[in-house]
Structures are given as structure tokens and as C-alpha cells.
């Protein structure tokens, strides 16, 4: 009984002022070099604050040439995203994430890296369409035994974001 009640104070949380939502959009990576590619991606967005969200990523597909990865429920990226309340059905928000990414196949690497951007939502009744860019991954790499790569691809990314009620 006391698991029950736990479970229906933890979903009254999420649920009410502050809530859950699922989004589903497409990304352009890499935006500046020859290297671009599209990506899929799927994330949960949980408001904890009026202000302030966390977003975790629950799908990502790599459309491009080397892609060799699907990332499925591992929310290996996380996002901060600091909303600036505006009176309107337009709400922009400050994007600030970290990355992480370990492969135990034959080079043995390792990724991780921060993010940061911009973005913007508007709520159409049921469901927001959102845009967003920004430098992603100011990534640090390590393969075997060789160190750290900088880099600081620009992405842009479209979607939508659905409410769900708990």
C-alpha cells in the first residue's frame, strides 16, 4: 500500500502545473562541415520548475554515411532547457546539455561532451512545434590509447513536443 501511495504522489507531481511530454524531431549535425548529416531523434521533457525543464533523449538515428549506432531508452543525452516566460504562445529557451557515449567494440571509445543553443516552441492546442540550434558536443575523444579531439559542431534542429497526461 505505501508503494501505491508513493507511485500516485510521484505521478500527481509530474502531473498538474508541471508535467511530462514526449518529442520527436529531426536534426541537421554538423551544420559548418563536410560531415553533415540527419538524425532522428526522440526525447522525454519533464518540467520541474515554470522555468526550467529536463529533457533526456530516448531515441537517436544517424542518417548519415557512417552512422553505425542507434541510441534507444539510454537517455545518454540530457538537456537543461531555461525557459524566459513570455505572454504568449511563443517561448524561447537557453539550451544547456551534456553527452555521453562509451563503445566496447574493437576501438574501445569513448565521447563526451557539452552542449549549448537556443531555441524556441510554439503551442498549437494540442501539441508545440519547436526549433532549435546551437554548438554541440564541445566533444572530448578518446579511442584506444589516443586522447582528446576538440570540435564544436553547429546543429539546428525541428520537432514537435506531445503533452501526456498522468
Given at each position: 500500500m505505501k508503494k501505491l501511495f508513493a507511485i500516485a504522489i510521484a505521478a500527481s507531481m509530474l502531473s498538474g502545473l508541471y508535467g511530462l511530454s514526449l518529442g520527436l524531431?529531426?536534426?541537421y549535425e554538423?551544420?559548418?562541415d563536410s560531415t553533415r548529416y540527419l538524425c532522428i531523434k526522440g526525447d522525454a521533457r519533464i518540467?520541474?520548475?515554470p522555468v526550467l525543464d529536463v529533457r533526456g533523449e530516448l531515441l537517436l538515428?544517424?542518417?548519415g554515411e557512417n552512422a553505425k549506432a542507434i541510441n534507444f531508452g539510454t537517455f545518454a543525452g540530457s538537456d537543461l532547457?531555461?525557459?524566459f516566460p513570455m505572454p504568449a504562445a511563443f517561448q524561447p529557451y537557453l539550451i544547456l546539455g551534456v553527452?555521453?557515449?562509451m563503445s566496447l567494440e574493437d576501438d574501445d571509445s569513448m565521447?563526451?561532451?557539452l552542449k549549448a543553443g537556443l531555441g524556441a516552441e510554439y503551442g498549437f492546442g494540442g501539441f508545440n512545434a519547436y526549433l532549435e540550434g546551437g554548438l554541440n558536443r564541445f566533444t572530448y575523444t578518446k579511442v584506444g590509447d589516443l586522447d582528446s579531439?576538440?570540435?564544436?559542431?553547429?546543429y539546428v534542429q525541428v520537432g514537435l513536443t506531445f503533452p501526456i497526461e498522468l
Open positions: 524531431g529531426a536534426s554538423s551544420v559548418e518540467a520541474i520548475l538515428v544517424p542518417l532547457l531555461i525557459k553527452w555521453f557515449n565521447y563526451l561532451g579531439e576538440t570540435a564544436n559542431p553547429i
